[in-house]
């Protein structure tokens, strides 16, 4: 597991680090640094002329102590001190004093001439506040500058809770981040800034981060293995569960397809298919091993029927939103006892009942809701989830009680008892129609082979994202379709099996 703490946390680990295990601050500094030097030498960058701009805080007294290295070390450093000298920390003032025994150049500005590296030590994970004035001067000359750029922890001017941009932001080739990877580093448009992201190990505790279940993670590639479903060598269809796919509407049988397909690729026993009529012949063309049960006009009874067959349920892919898909989702809402995962226009009809949403607070179910659908569910404005998805999040999990798989360049899934999980899988090749569809088939496929929630959700939002990798990788990133991605589930299903058997 990877913890991904945001501001407040990483302060956490660093003063139990330092008050609780008792290793200096100065010493901590001291490694960052080196971290930051010994970054710079592994990259091979042009050592000729390099300019270290520092704040006032401790991120700046990284910023002096890598720049007397570099110095000690025989390299032209420039020094700009950005930040006020009178407001320095102790650290970094003694830094800073370390620092003027060598021939490194100071100076008060940042001047836009050739360097040939320029370190950005402005400003750390505390930043809270919109950068502006002198700060956003010097930051904006240092973006325009040519020569390699690498940033001190975080760059300076995102938000290390959100991924924000807090009115201005360092533009960095390379981070090299400190003990834990922050959480507005991986999310956007945080990571756009961040360039490549070394993690440096400098003996920060992560106790604190183990003991908060608050903080944020990201699973290691053997954590998503071992979450996959056994496969038994005495099994049967029955084995691996039935799911009910209530999906497609008149003449749009698509969605219904990719969920039922990539339902079957992730593993599940047997898929059913709930759609109207006329959708019957094209899904029994395109997919031969789905059950195929239709209806012209809906009857509850067999509804219910069909709920009672279920061990899974997946609602709302390409239903519409018009009488009677309303009226089906109400009932499952009502009547559903298993795992149900509802998507798409299932969301956009449920977030018109919030009377039910409470009603239906016994139901076992995961929402796969984009940031548009998310917005709907909780009543607020696009602008104002993307400005912190994450209190959001948090909120609407907390208030609903149910599992929420928020889809987005970065998609975080969060269950009530569970860790947030920010997944790093997947790729723009995905940005198409039906993309969503086959998640939530893969979600209702691992539910169906007994795969709680929060774990179904985890992995299979990784599994989603592996897929669409492997289909990039051999089409590219312009072409490939929805389908695509369920049909390369089974290659990184047959790699993932591999891992966990070695």
Request: hydrophobic share 40%; glycine share 10%.
């Amino acid at each position: 597991m990877r913890y991904l703490p945001d501001r407040k946390q990483m302060k956490a680990a660093d003063r139990y680090t330092i008050e609780k295990l008792h290793t200096p601050s100065l010493e901590l500094m001291e490694r960052a640094a080196a971290a930051c030097v010994e970054t710079i030498y592994n990259k091979k960058w042009d050592l000729s002329r390099i300019c270290v701009v520092c704040g006032s805080g401790n991120n700046g007294g990284d910023g002096f102590a890598a720049a007397r290295m570099l110095a000690g070390a025989g390299c032209k450093v420039t020094v700009v001190m950005a930040g006020s000298p009178s407001r320095l920390t102790e650290e970094s003032a003694y830094q800073k004093g370390l620092l003027e025994e060598t021939n490194a150049g100071f100076s008060d500005d940042f001047e836009e001439e050739e360097y040939s590296i320029i370190v950005d030590a402005v400003f750390g994970v505390g930043l809270s506040r919109t950068v502006s004035g002198r700060y956003a001067d010097i930051i904006q000359k240092m973006n325009r500058a040519a020569g390699k750029k690498l940033a001190v922890d975080i760059p300076s001017g995102i938000s290390a809770d959100t991924g924000a941009v807090l009115g201005n932001a360092f533009r960095a080739d390379c981070t090299v981040t400190f003990q834990s990877e922050k959480l507005g580093l991986l999310l956007y448009p945080g990571k756009e800034y961040a360039g490549e992201i070394v993690t440096a190990d400098i003996g920060i505790s992560e106790d604190p981060m183990e003991a908060d279940t608050e903080v944020s993670y990201t699973p290691e590639l053997s954590e998503y293995c071992s979450m996959l479903p056994v496969r038994k060598a005495d099994s049967h269809k029955g084995s691996y569960g039935r799911v009910l796919m209530i999906a497609g509407s008149k003449g749009m049988s698509g969605a219904a397809y990719l969920n039922a397909l990539a339902a079957y690729r992730t593993g599940a026993g047997l898929v059913r298919i709930y759609t109207p009529e006329d959708n019957r012949i094209v899904l029994q063309q395109q997919l031969p091993e789905a059950i195929v049960t239709c209806y012209d006009t809906y009857r509850e009874e067999e509804l219910l029927s069909l709920l009672n067959w279920a061990d899974v349920v997946c609602i709302g892919s390409g239903i519409g939103q018009e009488g009677t898909a309303e009226r089906i989702l109400l009932s499952v809402i009502r009547n559903c006892r298993v795992p149900c995962v509802i998507d798409a226009d299932g969301l956009n009809l449920f977030s018109a009942h919030r009377k039910e949403l409470e009603k239906g607070a016994s139901l076992q179910a995961v929402l796969t809701p984009h940031i548009k659908e998310f917005a709907r569910l909780t009543k607020r404005e696009v602008s104002e989830i993307q400005g912190d998805r994450v209190r959001f999040l948090r909120e609407f999990v907390s208030e609903s009680g149910f599992t929420c798989v928020l889809k987005d360049a970065r998609t975080m899934i969060l269950s009530k008892d569970g860790r947030l999980c920010v997944n790093l899988s997947g790729c723009s090749a995905m940005a198409k129609a039906g993309s969503g569809d086959v998640l939530a088939g893969v979600i209702a496929g691992l539910l169906a082979q007994g795969l709680t929630e929060d774990t179904a959700a985890v992995l299979g939002t990784y599994l989603h994202g592996r897929a669409g990798e492997a289909a990039a990788e051999e089409i590219g990133d312009y072409s490939i379709l929805a389908r695509e991605i369920a049909g390369s589930l089974g290659r990184v299903l047959k790699e993932m099996t591999a891992v966990k058997i070695s």
